[in-house]
């Protein structure tokens, strides 16, 4: 038999697959035909349905109108169909002359209403092919979906064996299909059209010409975008009819997913133009993680913790909006609510605008959503009261231990919103113990321990291990891209062979493929800084070779004359390469090495902005606190002129360019015009990451990035995104015995007596809820028994038994988030140590030097080493280390002579040293200060007088040097601009020198 490869052929086989799920075949023939082309609608399956449900109702609108009463009735559902739009037409029904007409009927969620499910059985689910819907041409379309005779989904289709694909069928939706038609005016008819052929998807809600704007609904191939291959002898696309388009899957996503969201679009100067609705339908990785979550609770009920590695671009707040509405509607078969209230832990604003207009819409009632945004009273009410869905920040966790009473027997679902390690710490354990209502008799059963072995103290103790584990009242569901290895051990699903990975995954690489999110390694450009340090005292002192090396690093990266390089660099490549991308709205961050760095690039930007007149350019800081450089404060609103709460509406004006940041906005901060990133930080693993996505958001005429990076090399670069960049998996799990291990270590010092652990656990425990300020003297008494001891240790044993104890704490505290058990033993060595830790004195390696007064730059340069592509390899997925709990030796911190390290570093960084590499700027300066008539004219004027003298002899100068270094000096003699900038610059630091 010889194959059918046409269009036609697959058209048939979808609808056949699509009837045997549960539709109807439709031929709109004849009146039929005319009526739909008129409305829009197949007014015959309209009318039976609501004759068929709602008979009563049609009785009393006949009564009302009269014989051609479905005339005013259709009139009435089309008017309101443009109105209020499909989907709340579809939600809320029609109301008409006092009744209303339901439009059609979500399944319930349980069979105990036998009317309603009645009802649903009664919805009339066709699928029409060659849909003919207008007499002005005679296009038609390939499948349609009827739901009681509303057209709610088109299908385009193409067969790649006719040489066409989804792109052709994308574009004859966009170019062949008239937006202003009734059928396809924005939400009135149609909710969504599919662009399909044998291989791919895209989806959109939005018919507007070339401006339709289509999202690709493929499941995702290894990683990547697209679909799967299928052993099934089918397509393989054949999901969207064998599985999203059946008619309770359709009927699921217009009640409880489809939403109509609305964008206000300001001008540059924040001023309201218009307001944007979108009709939002889930993409496929959505609709996906929110169903696998819902039937998995289901089925396990609580107390399971989910991993959701969404990567950006993701539309994280949409799923989140889904879940939590999904979760607070979730019944048993007992039809009793699955959780008391769903705490979405975020600190996004935008999240909770979304969520609640998105909740409003699929539940028609207000009150279900409440933002905590006042005191821990509230939160606590929110909670005593079950509010549905509660939206509040990690930092109020700790206060819920005092405010909430009564929730032992209460279930809770917590959403976190960017899971990292900081849930796996004190916060997320408060919060744990405020949910709890795992009772003592259960938990002693359970792990095997009698109660009349246990005293008060003990009771209490296990209590609080308990609470602080895994508990059967509480279930975490945790977004991330970018999993650490303690967030994967905490909320990941264990795999066949006993790894945590993630639940649910919408990886790195597929959001790039899928253009959702851009390559921020596409183009990629390292710097290497060649420098050469001498030492300006006579002496030779001792220091520690750590530190030393450490603080030499730090006065180059300070040191004026480097700030100054790579600010010419920034600023200059900015205005070559970067202004006019985006229609001339891009943006660039500088991330700087420290609040220090930031202030001091802040001023030399500035600076040299205004000494090179350009006035297109401005800049803005962020970081936070007070930074004192020598005598002078410096804040980020001083320095900016605005508060800090303005900065993010500020920079995405037109007015600021460039965004200097020290830590603040590297993670977290979403600003589609930032186009380039410079980069003057150590990055790596997910800090990397963090940071350097910053620059991945999409929008209109961004089509690229650019990141400059003086620092880090970009195999480092590589080999931190490469774990994130496909799906991610723990390579092995924490062992708790390391803890035993641990211990002991820790005994071997001989700091404490069980007497003394006894005690301070007594203290502990005795006030329960009611802190004692008595118990603080007697505490202070036993701790610093410990303490001196830990004095007459030496030095070497000081700096070990300080690492094995922080890295024990830290260990104790995390495995109880993940493992279920008890040893009183360790739980009290763990309060000691807390507080022994806080009280003992800082080691001579703790404490800071200074070296700036010692040594002095004598060479530097900036050259570029890389320009490329950082690629990524498709490897389909990584697994993580676990975090290194075990304990270390003391790292010996060997005393060097200060020369040495100068000789160390000098190799490493100034190999490849000229006479042109001389810093001619400090040369000239130099020079000039030696001169007594130029010292005499300091002291005694003006700096205005003097700054005449200056300018006059400063030439003469430059000219006396010009055999060392002849491109600088000739570039000050070529280059106006240039001279005023170094002489001006010159003479404020010549004058404040000698007159210090």
Aim: glycine share 4%; with cysteine; net charge negative.
């Amino acid at each position: 038999m010889a194959i059918d490869s046409s269009e036609k052929g697959f058209e048939e086989n979808i609808e056949k697959a699509l009837c045997e799920v549960g539709y109807d075949k439709r031929k709109l023939e004849g009146k039929a035909s005319s009526l739909f082309k008129e409305h829009a609608l197949d007014v015959e399956e309209l009318f039976q349905f609501l004759e068929q449900t709602q008979a009563k109702s049609m009785r009393i609108l006949e009564k009302s109108y009269g014989a051609d009463y479905q005339q005013h009735v259709l009139k009435r559902i089309k008017d309101q169909l443009h109105n209020r739009g499909l989907v709340e037409c579809l939600r809320k029904g029609v109301q008409d002359r006092g009744v209303t007409l339901r439009l059609a009927y979500n399944k319930p969620p349980t069979d105990m209403n036998q009317m309603l499910n009645e009802l649903y059985q009664m919805n009339r689910f066709r699928v029409s092919r060659q849909m003919f819907y207008s007499d002005k041409h005679t296009n038609s379309l390939d499948i349609v979906l009827l739901l009681n005779g509303l057209p709610v989904v088109v299908m385009e289709l193409k067969n790649q064996f006719t040489n066409q694909t989804v792109e052709h069928a994308m574009k004859q939706l966009k170019f062949d299909r008239n937006p202003n038609e009734p059928l396809f005016r924005f939400n009135e008819r149609v909710a969504v059209y599919f662009a399909v052929d044998t291989d791919e998807v895209f989806m959109t809600t939005r018919l507007a010409k070339d401006k339709t704007y289509f999202l690709p609904f493929n499941q995702g191939n290894q990683g990547g975008k697209g679909n799967p291959l299928t052993y099934e002898n089918t397509y393989r696309t054949h999901y969207l009819w064998d599985t999203i388009l059946t008619p309770d899957s359709l009927l699921d996503i217009l009640f409880r997913f489809v939403f109509v969201k609305k964008d206000d679009i300001l001008d540059s100067d924040g001023k309201l133009l218009h307001t944007r609705e979108m009709l939002i339908f889930p993409r496929y990785h959505q609709l996906d993680v929110v169903r696998k979550l819902e039937h998995d609770v289901k089925q396990k009920s609580v107390g399971v913790n989910y991993l959701i590695q969404h990567s950006a671009g993701s539309g994280k707040t949409n799923s989140i909006s889904w879940l939590s509405h999904r979760l607070a509607k979730l019944h048993n078969e007992d039809n009793e609510a699955v959780f008391s209230s769903v705490i979405v832990i975020t600190d996004r604003r935008v999240l909770d605008k979304q969520l609640q207009d998105a909740v409003y819409q699929l539940e028609h009632k207000a009150g279900m959503v409440e933002r905590i945004n006042e005191d821990s009273d509230q939160l606590a009410r929110a909670i005593n009261n079950e509010t549905r869905i509660i939206i509040t920040t990690l930092q109020k966790f700790p206060f819920i231990l005092e405010k909430v009473a009564g929730l032992e027997r209460k279930k809770y679902a917590v959403i976190i919103d960017e899971a990292h390690s900081s849930q796996g710490g004190k916060a997320s354990t408060a919060l744990t113990n405020a949910l709890s209502d795992k009772t003592l008799e259960a938990a002693y059963k359970e792990d095997r321990i009698a109660e009349e072995n246990l005293d008060d103290t003990d009771e209490k103790i296990v209590e609080a291990i308990l609470k602080s584990g895994k508990q059967d009242n509480v279930s975490f569901f945790a977004f991330t891209a970018t999993p650490k290895p303690k967030t994967l051990e905490k909320f990941g699903t264990l795999s066949p062979d006993g790894k945590p990975q993630a639940f649910h995954e919408y990886t790195m690489r597929q959001a790039i493929e899928e253009g959702f999110i851009l390559d921020v390694l596409e183009n990629y450009t390292t710097y290497q800084t060649f420098w050469k340090i001498a030492k300006t005292v006579d002496d030779d002192p001792e220091v520690s070779q750590k530190q030393a090396t450490k603080k030499l690093a730090q006065y180059v990266s300070l040191h004026p004359h480097s700030i100054a390089q790579k600010t010419e660099i920034i600023v200059e490549h900015y205005r070559n390469f970067v202004q006019r991308k985006i229609g001339g709205r891009a943006k660039a961050m500088v991330v700087t090495a420290s609040r220090l760095h930031a202030v001091r690039y802040k001023i030399a930007f500035d600076k040299y902005i205004e000494a090179m007149g350009y006035t297109d350019l401005k800049t803005v800081v962020a970081f936070s606190g007070t930074v004192n450089d020598g005598n002078i404060p410096y804040t980020e609103s001083g320095m900016n002129n605005f508060s800090d709460k303005e900065l993010p509406t500020k920079f995405n004006s037109d007015e600021f360019k460039v965004l200097l940041v020290a830590e603040k906005y590297q993670t977290g901060f979403d600003e589609p015009l930032l186009h380039t990133m410079y980069v003057d930080k150590p990055l790596s693993g997910i800090k990397a990451v963090q940071t350097l996505s910053r620059l991945n958001r999409t929008c209109p005429g961004k089509e690229d990035t650019f990141v400059l990076d003086f620092v880090n090399d970009p195999d480092e670069i590589k080999a931190s995104f490469q774990p994130y960049y496909e799906s991610t998996s723990l390579s092995e799990v924490t062992d708790p015995n390391i803890l035993y291990d641990m211990q002991s270590e820790i005994e071997n010092y001989q700091l404490f007596i069980p007497e003394e652990v006894q005690a301070v656990n007594e203290l502990e425990v005795a006030g329960g809820p009611q802190k004692s300020v008595k118990a603080q003297q007697t505490l202070n008494a036993v701790i610093d028994q410990g303490v001196e001891r830990f004095k007459r240790l030496p030095e070497e044993d000081q700096i070990a038994f300080k690492d094995v104890a922080l890295k024990f704490t830290r260990t104790y505290s995390f495995v109880l988030q993940v493992v279920t058990f008890i040893d009183l033993g360790l739980h009290k060595h763990y309060i000691y140590l807390n507080y022994l830790l806080r009280k003992l004195p800082r080691s001579s390696v703790d404490k800071d030097i200074y070296l700036a007064d010692d040594v002095a730059l004598e060479y530097y340069r900036n050259q570029k080493v890389f320009e490329g592509s950082i690629e990524l390899e498709k490897t389909g997925g990584s697994e993580l280390d676990p975090q290194k709990h075990g304990a270390g030796g003391a790292v010996e911190d060997e005393k060097v002579r200060l020369s040495s390290i100068l000789d160390k570093l000098n190799d490493r960084f100034g190999t490849e040293f000229t006479e042109t590499d001389y810093l001619s700027r400090e040369q000239v300066k130099e020079d000039i200060l030696n001169s007594d008539d130029i010292r005499q004219k300091a002291q005694n004027n003006t700096k205005e007088n003097f700054k005449f003298a200056f300018e006059r002899t400063f030439m003469d100068f430059v000219i006396d040097r010009m055999n060392t270094n002849q491109d600088f000096f000739m570039k000050i003699l070529e280059n106006p601009e240039f001279k005023a900038y170094i002489m001006e610059d010159m003479m404020n630091e010549i004058y404040g020198e000698v007159n210090q």
